[in-house]
């Protein structure tokens, strides 16, 4: 369903062209509902997703997220859990839990929200979790099986992105594509899809030089750097594809890293912050972990 | 040992500036005197580096590589083991081969000479093998951990540009490095290794459209296509670095992507071809063989 001529904040070009408007609430809805459905199917088959959610010390953002995933959880009809940790618990007591659920047969997914306290090693903790119920995409294998064309598990954000593409139908293949930031969270694992569908692939970071120069060139611009104003309209080519993985407040307001204001008009897509990437990211993490339960019950997927 | 002043073939620019001619052999030599001392030690403390080569069906240019591999492993003093399989071999009996090799306790590295013939998913036997036992660092799981960081194991293309720039003391941070092509073998995993090293990274390849313009603004080229005269000098901005990994022949004549005599005069440094990354792979190659039995050895890396 394309938005072309729905969107209310959409502008009128000189060519009379429209900006789309990259809403994420939609597509997240469409996750939601067939997800949903799914889960009916799989409960008729006996097939209860279950998905367990590792929780260590107290971090407010993360106490936000945490409950947003579990509220998808139960809407969807997914069998969540939470497992709470003391911040002070030992690494071995952690990575054996993994491996506890990782043996579990009732487990369809697992993941542990990040960050986790310092003396813990948080590459060792996600590397414990079996690959095959790795909701987040996070373990070396499926991130090295991401790079060789996987695309069953991939970080919920990128699928996200993925997804926005999807939905709005906005083919990449021989297109430049700008990603700023160079996370295994987003960055680096964005840049594996966009090369799968064919765009060609600029990865810049806090030492690139010629940002301005790079914005101007590429056709597509995705950042997750989470800094305020980083992008403005004189660093944006018109016709471009604009996705803002930034998060950022400012005097009480969330904003991402594009001036969406200023860039809409000359923008052929744009993502709003908040309303583009964010909202569907917790449902595509469910529909990752319903991916596992149905790889793992061999159903069809 | 840089070798600006030590080069027959350098060129006088207008400023009086050299350009850098990246020989490899000289570095691999450098490379290969070191492990030859290190197994030396390693024996010293009863250690054989037991490298086991699989070899599947009789293909032409694999025979010369085999037979390069098996020489420098002897020289070396590692204990290479070619193990020949029919062409028709079946995919299990192959996996279960390299599950016995993994098992096995003198078995200290493995690779599978590729192309395997196509009866055979390659994916899966490159998954079979034991990631503290692949030296060619093509196992997901290494491929994943090298996004993440992890250098003791990537592949040997890989690890000789990157020989090739400590030696040469080419800084790439900040620098905007092109890298032309997207194989799991070289394309990718080099671009994981410039992000490492603060440069802006680009991957293009065969579907994109403004290749001159991608060369013109990059610093540093990294090709790796397979076709002769892809690179010209008018595509070369002055004072690039030139990384040449094709191998094309031509009226029986070897030469790289890059027009090597058009751009020299161009280029601050360029790889020649033959005699640039080539006589690195393998050096590169027993080096992992080596980092590999020391690991399983706990003997200092």
Redesign the interface.
């Known amino acids: 369903m394309i938005m072309r001529s729905a969107v209310p904040t959409s502008f009128f070009k000189g060519d009379l062209y429209l900006t789309l408007i990259l809403d994420g609430k939609e597509p997240a809805k469409k996750i939601i509902d067939e997800l949903t459905l799914e889960v009916e199917h799989l409960k008729a088959k006996n097939i209860l997703p279950t998905f367990c959610v590792i929780e260590v010390g107290e971090d407010p953002a993360s106490k936000i997220y945490l409950r947003l995933k579990r509220k998808l959880a139960k809407k969807i009809g997914i069998n969540e859990q939470t497992i709470k940790f003391p911040g002070d618990i030992r690494q071995d007591e952690l990575i054996d839990k993994i491996k506890e659920l990782n043996a579990d047969p009732h487990v369809d997914a697992i993941m542990v929200q990040l960050p986790i306290p310092e003396h813990i090693n948080t590459?060792l903790v996600l590397e414990a979790i079996d690959p095959t119920k790795d909701a987040d995409g996070f373990?070396?294998?499926?991130?090295?099986?991401?790079?060789?064309g996987q695309v069953n598990i991939i970080p919920a954000t990128v699928r996200s992105i993925m997804t926005i593409l999807d939905y709005y139908q906005l083919n990449v293949?021989?297109k430049?594509a700008l990603i700023i930031g160079?996370s295994?969270i987003v960055g680096?694992p964005v840049?594996?899809q966009l090369?799968a569908r064919?765009?060609?692939?600029?990865?810049?970071?806090s030492?690139?030089?010629?940002l301005q120069?790079?914005t101007l060139?590429n056709d597509i611009i995705i950042s997750d750097v989470g800094r305020a104003h980083l992008i403005t309209k004189n660093m944006v080519k018109p016709g471009s594809i604009l996705i803002d993985v930034g998060m950022n407040r400012e005097n009480g307001k969330l904003m991402g890293d594009i001036e969406y204001d200023d860039c809409l008009p000359i923008a052929e897509a744009i993502t709003p912050v908040p309303g583009g990437v964010g909202p569907l990211t917790v449902a595509n993490l469910m529909k990752q972990v319903i991916i596992l339960t149905k790889l793992r019950h061999n159903y069809g997927n």
């Open positions: 590459r373990t070396p294998y499926n991130q090295g099986r991401m790079w060789q293949e021989g430049n160079r295994i680096k840049a594996s090369l064919n765009a060609t692939v600029t990865i810049a970071h030492h690139t030089r010629n120069e790079l060139l």
